[in-house]
């Protein structure tokens, strides 16, 4: 996997390409995907990669895309704004997406 991309955009077209194709959304109890109406726990998880994203004028557009793979098999995933998940959802989820650098 690259360690680097030019926008949001293009990872996430890149590594649709690559397979991880379900899209993710954190639920208090962990990540869900509506359209397979499934959800994981943390402990269901394994965040391969992140990256982060800054907005060129606008704090509010810093993101994080998560890559992700499931215990179960499915490969995606997960954008979410920095600190966003702070707050309903719980301790082992935000210790999984934390980023180290």
Do not use: C
């Not at 499934?38 to 557009?61: H, L, Y």
Request: proline residues 1%.
């Amino acid at each position: 996997m690259k360690n680097t991309y030019s926008s949001l955009s293009v990872a996430i077209e890149d590594l649709q390409d690559k397979g991880y194709t379900v899209d993710f959304n954190l639920v208090d109890e962990g990540i869900e995907s509506k359209h397979l109406k499934k959800t994981w726990t943390a402990a269901q998880i394994e965040v391969e990669e992140a990256f982060r994203f800054e907005g060129m004028t606008n704090p509010g557009d810093n993101s994080v895309l998560y890559v992700i793979n499931t215990k179960s098999g499915e490969k995606g995933l997960l954008v979410d704004a920095y600190g966003a998940y702070s707050g309903q959802i719980s301790q082992e989820m935000i210790q999984k997406l934390k980023i180290e650098y």
